[in-house]
């Protein structure tokens, strides 16, 4: 019997432990094991090199949705008038297009000077000839508007390629971005999966002895009863030791 513990010796002793003994009702012999397991994606998203990918990824981003809308907007002033073209991003705002309209040095606005000119230049001929009056200046002014209204559709189509060059440079940059995450993912991925304090770990539970009456008080001294899956039950002491012959109880 150890000093202090209220456990008398004897085959009528240690009935159970009492309540607050130093001898507790339960050891344990082997601990529970918490199982783990590792959340990849959050483990990968918040590591330091993708998170470094993301953020160069997104300034790009802002920084190539501002170039692209500046330029845009430019390319219609200086076109100097509405476009049918697709503004996928909503670029193309009414004050631009105010601008636009507004602009007296634009393409369009040039190629209604050039009209202008020309009729001019049609009519001061045809009248110092005398033929003013005649179906050549009819025929002089149909010939003057297809030339401009071709002008005009090829500057439309110009000013079509030159924005949808622009979303073109944007979407290079998105694909960019893409390519340089999905690198980040890969490389953080290997690291994850390699790390030991990533690695999945299965749950165990705890084995744990109950005191036995019985024993204790056969043997004089506490004793923890543990039962396998075959049936074969093994006995400790108060320490967690095997106690030897213990099987005989």
Do not use: C
């Not at 390319?75 to 991003?89: E, F, H, K, M, S």
């Not at 056969?218 to 074969?232: C, F, H, R, T």
Request: hydrophobic share 35%; proline share 5%.
């Amino acid at each position: 019997m150890r000093p202090g513990v209220d456990y008398p010796g004897g085959a009528e002793g240690f009935p159970g432990p009492p309540p607050g003994a130093k001898y507790p009702g339960q050891i344990t012999l082997k601990a529970a094991v918490e199982g783990y397991t590792p959340n990849y994606k959050n483990i990968i998203e918040s590591s330091s090199g993708y998170q470094a990918a993301a953020a160069a990824a997104k300034a790009a981003e802002h920084q190539g949705a501002i170039n692209r809308r500046a330029a845009i907007r430019q390319a219609l002033i200086r076109y100097g008038g509405a476009t049918n073209w697709t503004d996928t991003y909503k670029d193309i705002d009414q004050a631009t297009r105010d601008l636009a309209a507004q602009n007296q040095t634009s393409t369009l606005a040039g190629l209604q000077r050039g009209l202008a000119t020309s009729q001019m230049d049609l009519r001061r001929g045809l009248a110092a000839r005398g033929m003013l009056q005649s179906g050549d200046l009819g025929y002089g002014e149909d010939q003057l508007n297809t030339q401009y209204a071709q002008a005009r559709y090829d500057a439309a189509n110009q000013l079509g390629d030159l924005l949808s060059g622009y979303v073109g440079t944007y979407s290079d940059i998105l694909g960019q971005n893409r390519k340089d995450l999905s690198n980040a993912v890969a490389t953080e991925e290997a690291s994850a999966y390699t790390n030991p304090a990533y690695q999945p770990v299965k749950a165990v539970p705890g084995i744990y002895a109950d005191y036995n009456a019985g024993a204790s008080a056969a043997y004089g001294k506490p004793l923890y009863s543990y039962q396998n899956d075959k049936g074969v039950i093994t006995y400790y002491d108060a320490d967690g030791n095997v106690v030897v012959g213990s099987q005989n109880y």
